[in-house]
């Protein structure tokens, strides 16, 4: 099996163009297009995690402890302090825009707002050296090194969770297309026993994925 | 600075164990780099030694269209293979995007124009002392040919060289073309690139390491073959 790991902006297209035979993304509302515009059939719910609003100890724009997103991003913006954005139409970078519609704030132009353009990592390593805020998923959180003076300052908000879809490109629009290997990969995601793996994934022995409807188990501590 | 001691100690647990990952990425490097540099030398070679001896139909078409995929940005070229390799592009039923054989079709377009310009540049010089003398001896076109690269056959190693330079150190192009696919498509400066976006900075360093001195062992190989051949 051949992983080719990119944004889901980034995925959606490449899926759009035939170029591959699966997809496991995070965006909801991006996932419903593509199926409407039938470049992919049978979406199914895999796993969700959370995001976690990361920042500097510092905290100069008072956030830490907040449980509500919104609020945190609308104290960043009224501080104008350094927030680092992914730019790049991945799944946290949709998720993070869309908070920003919410409390109809255009943060893109604004001198404290850095459009990176980046994976997540490269997005961490550049906060870490600006000292900015940035929104994150906990599992790359987890999994980053270079950590510098930034912490987890938000998390627990219902709207931070991010759950993940497994989608199979339409092999009708894509003859090429592996359909039965794909097919085998997309079940075997939602059976007991890749449900298992999924839970049973720790990094520092904290879980990172969890399943079934949020709620059922709590993903921060 | 203690990161250099832990990429170096980084660097000799990865060799010294032999880690399969490791062993994987450097043969992949070789590999597409190898490939891609003998295949520009096959192509580009005669074509730059061409350029020099005659006047043939499109010569000035290929001097221009050689001199200008000089400039062009790697990852222009990268894109430009990933459209035209993709599905849903005209070479898409060969199914070749996201595979190494991308890598070295990106690279091959890379490298070819830095080898047709030198060994043209190479070719020029010698077809003025010996071009007389092979004209004169009635040798054909593809003989001349043969012939001006064997006596310049040490300036060859340069090109070769400096096109496998170019070639192992290429990471924008193969990572647009090949998706850096984890044990399939991922070479030295692909997982650079990856670890360093990772914040693994000691792991990224030590990974440079092998690979400067992998080029260093590839530059002092050549060189004493090339002293050889001098004498």
């Given at each position: ?164 879809g497994s989608i199979l490109v ?52 | ?45 005669p074509l730059g030694v061409a ?13 221009l269209t050689s001199n200008a ?163």
């Amino acid at each position: 099996m051949h992983v080719v790991a990119v944004g889901t902006g980034q995925a959606l297209a490449i899926g759009a163009r035939g170029d591959a035979d699966a997809l496991l993304v995070h965006d909801r509302k991006g996932e419903d297009k593509f199926i409407a515009d039938r470049n992919g059939i049978d979406r199914r719910d895999v796993m969700y995690n959370d995001f976690v609003l990361v920042g500097p100890k510092s905290d100069p724009a008072g956030v830490k402890g907040l449980r509500d997103v919104q609020e945190a991003f609308a104290r960043i913006a009224h501080a104008s302090a350094s927030f680092a954005s992914r730019g790049d139409d991945s799944g946290t970078n949709r998720m993070e825009l869309r908070i920003w519609s919410l409390l109809d704030l255009e943060p893109r132009g604004a001198s404290w707002y850095r459009e990176l353009g980046s994976g997540m990592g490269a997005t961490l390593n550049t906060a870490v050296e600006m000292n900015a805020y940035v929104l994150t998923d906990r599992a790359s959180w987890a999994h980053f090194q270079n950590r510098g003076d930034l912490a987890i300052l938000v998390e627990g908000d219902k709207r931070l969770l991010n759950p993940y879809g497994s989608i199979l490109v339409n092999p009708a629009k894509w003859p090429n297309v592996k359909a039965e290997p794909a097919r085998i990969w997309h079940e075997w995601l939602t059976s007991a026993d890749g449900q298992a793996a999924i839970t049973s994934y720790r990094v520092n022995g904290e879980q990172l994925f969890f399943v079934g409807k949020p709620g059922d188990s709590a993903p921060s501590q | 600075m203690h990161e250099v001691s832990r990429a170096l100690a980084l660097a000799l647990g990865l060799i010294g164990r032999g880690d399969q990952e490791f062993l994987s990425i450097v043969r992949l490097s070789l590999g597409v780099s190898l490939t891609a540099t003998l295949a520009a030398l096959v192509i580009g070679a005669p074509l730059g030694v061409a350029l020099a001896i005659s006047r043939f139909r499109g010569r000035a078409g290929l001097i221009l269209t050689s001199n200008a995929l000089l400039g062009l940005p790697p990852v222009v070229v990268g894109l430009c293979v990933y459209l035209a390799l993709s599905r849903s592009g005209p070479l898409g039923k060969f199914g070749l995007l996201f595979t190494p054989a991308a890598m070295v079709v990106a690279q091959l377009i890379l490298l070819t124009p830095i080898v047709i310009a030198l060994t043209h540049r190479m070719a020029a010089g010698l077809w003025g002392e010996y071009g007389g003398a092979l004209m004169v001896d009635g040798a054909s076109g593809p003989r001349s040919i043969a012939i001006i690269l064997a006596i310049g056959r040490a300036t060859m190693l340069t090109v070769f060289l400096a096109a496998f330079g170019r070639a192992i150190s290429e990471v924008g192009a193969i990572i647009v073309v090949g998706g850096n696919i984890r044990g399939y498509t991922r070479t030295m400066t692909t997982a650079i690139a990856l670890e360093t976006s990772k914040g693994e900075l000691a792991l990224a360093l030590a990974l440079g390491m092998v690979l400067i001195a992998l080029s260093f062992a590839v530059n002092a190989v050549a060189f004493l073959l090339a002293r050889a051949w001098r004498k």
